[in-house]
């Protein structure tokens, strides 16, 4: 691998570090100031929600200067973000804007190294950035949960920061501080050489190109059941953490930094998952793993009656497992049809649309459904049912076109299990 690529790693590392980390203290931040239990399940919706507003121009505006520079900014912006929660901003709109640096650093990470690396390096170097985005998830909400925790916060609350009063604001401080190390990485990472693209004078004329792009790949019979799946995968997990949170708070009586660690536990399995489905699916069995979708939700519903936490932890590297061996296969599926019908840069700004709209989407509802004055547990009952019920339905979904469509999804299987034993 080449220096650069290590840079890259590096600072893809510490920017994701600290918004796994931003994430928990944010969550302490509304707590200390009593805010209702529905604003803290929002932070997740509020997060993704450039990722879709912006969905057709961030790949756009990724190609039209180096890419080391777009991480740059997007780190900025990430610093600004925590900056307005320290001046007092509402949380909610800060972390806004954190995602809206999340939004634009995401195209550029995966980007610069179809620039930087020849073909031939391009798998093991996804599976760098996987593999660190898993260990950053897992140690960045170790972090947030110790900064805010009862022997650390102290001690940094001792140095007497101008205007940082409490534990969640100390956190918040300390973690501008690795955005400005990411983003000092980002200034390290060399130009490949490759010459930008420029923005059209009008963005909207990107809009069309986009929208058919999303159709082309949901009307695929392949491509529509392993988007839907991803789609649905990603919507459950990137609210799983908070809902794992809370849970551990009415479930367990855990405080933030207690409840942070078991977050953890539910991305190691996911780790381990995501390990063993790589070693033993192949692309054209993907669409096998659907039920395992189904057996994600019913879990989610079950983590209801658990009381212990010698029991909660098995049971949360299971439920992560399961995701694990669910999305890679699934994924895999997905890039191979994407690349097919409309090139991989494309096909990952359409991928990353729709999960962040899921992720949108289930994190309205779970926050919609808190604000009522629905309980943890019956919130947690509500999306477990509806997971499981939408992979029932994309179960379905996928045994109709086998019965319509049987020599079509022959052939694509074909092509699927050719590329895999050949590419």
Sequence with gaps: ???????????????????????????????????????AAALVPMFALFYV??????GAFADARPKGNVMFISNAIKVVGCVLMLVGVHPLLAYTLVGLGAAAYSPAKYGILTELLPPSQLVKANGWIEGLTIASIILGVLLGGQLVGPVIAPWLMGLHLPGIDTAAEVAIGMLVLV???AAGFNLRIPHTGVTPRPMPRNPLVLLPDFWTCNLRLWRDRLGEISLSTTTL??????????????????????TTTQASALVGVVALGTAVGAVVASMRMRLDQATRVIPLGVAMGVLV?????????????PFLVLLGALGGFLVVPMNALLQHRGHNLMGAGRSIAVQNFNEQACILALGALYSFSTGMGLSAFAAIT???????????AIGAWHKRNLRDHPHELERLLEIARRDDLHG
């Excluded at 220096?3 to 928990?24: C, E, H, K, P, W």
């Excluded at 509500?382 to 029932?392: D, E, K, P, T, Y």
Aim: charge should be positive; glycine fraction near 6%; hydrophobic fraction near 65%.
């Design 179 to 181: 955005y400005a190390l």
């Design 233 to 254: 995968f990603w919507g459950v997990s990137g609210n799983l953490r908070y809902i794992v949170l809370a849970w551990a708070s009415a479930a367990l009586g855990y």
């Design 53 to 58: 507003l912006l969905a057709p121009f961030v």
């Design 1 to 39: 691998m080449k220096r650069g690529f290590y840079t890259i790693m590096t600072a893809q590392f510490f920017s994701s570090l600290a918004d796994n980390a931003l994430f928990v203290a944010a969550i302490e931040l509304l707590r200390q100031h009593h805010a209702p239990s529905w604003q």
């Design 382 to 392: 509500i999306f477990g049912l509806l997971v499981a019920a939408c992979m029932m």
């Design 301 to 313: 519903v079950l983590m209801n009656f658990i009381t212990n936490v010698w029991v909660a932890a």
